[in-house]
């Protein structure tokens, strides 16, 4: 079965650009979750989907972030205008529903010149 | 609040040790979830287990085994017969029970280095 698909795997921008990063959940999991991984702040929650509806979005840094989920099968994390401090890990997760287990994909390795 | 604390940030051993890793929780919901992830090097999260606040049976999967202690607020992982495919960061981690907030509250995760 295929698990969580993230893409791109890898991004480098320049400051000022606008970042578009994707997420596929597990076919049949109606919740999903971003979390964003750095070496000060390890992993936080950003937001999270419960059928495609945002349920929790405080750990959104600021304005400059905004998550979408049009479909089940579809999200976006999008970062706009991007600075040098959103270099990080973002992973995508879901799960069965919001009491179950939480499975990550590969992660988007971000990096903000 | 929820927090999760692995005091231990680095441990190398050789093959074949024993080694526990370190997990010790924060909360104040009597319902609750631990969890544990591997972060190999290749940087993907792995799932390994899932327990409940209700559930205080130790688990034993393979070489991995894990001692869950509600007294002392503990989340222990043991890895017997250590290999060089165990290197990795886990990752304790904290979730509230039914109904409440689903994220996940991690710990700074321990690096784990097994020498051949």
């Known amino acids: 079965d295929a698990g969580v698909i993230q893409s791109p795997r890898h991004e480098v921008t320049e400051m000022g650009q606008e970042v578009t990063l994707r997420c596929k959940p597990i076919?049949?999991?109606?919740?999903l979750f971003w979390y964003r991984q750095t070496m000060m702040r390890g992993l936080e929650l950003l937001i999270y989907?419960?059928?495609?509806?945002?349920?929790?979005d405080s750990g959104m840094p600021e304005d400059r972030f905004s998550a979408k989920m049009p479909n089940a099968s579809f999200s976006t994390l999008k970062i706009q205008p991007s600075e040098p401090r959103d270099s990080a890990v973002y992973f995508c997760?879901?799960?069965?529903?919001?009491?179950?287990?939480?499975?990550f994909g590969p992660g988007t390795r971000l990096l903000v010149l | 609040a929820q927090k999760v604390t692995q005091a231990q940030t680095e441990i190398s051993v050789v093959e074949k040790e024993d080694v526990t890793l370190d997990c010790v929780y924060e909360?104040?919901?009597?319902?609750?979830?631990l969890f544990w992830y591997k972060q190999p090097p290749s940087g993907e999260l792995v799932f390994l287990i899932r327990?409940?606040?209700?559930?205080?049976q130790n688990e034993i999967s393979g070489r991995y085994s894990w001692n869950f202690q509600k007294s002392t607020s503990s989340f222990n992982f043991t890895i017997t017969a250590s290999q060089v495919v165990d290197s990795a960061v886990y990752f304790c981690?904290?979730?509230?029970?039914?109904?409440?907030?689903?994220?996940?509250?991690f710990g700074k995760g321990i690096t784990l280095s097994v020498r051949p």
């Open positions: 076919s049949g999991h109606n919740s």
């Open positions: 981690a904290l979730r509230r029970g039914t109904g409440a907030n689903s994220k996940l509250t």
């Open positions: 909360t104040r919901d009597t319902t609750y979830y």
């Open positions: 327990r409940n606040s209700f559930d205080e």
């Open positions: 997760a879901s799960s069965l529903g919001r009491e179950e287990t939480q499975y």
């Open positions: 989907f419960n059928n495609n509806v945002p349920i929790d």
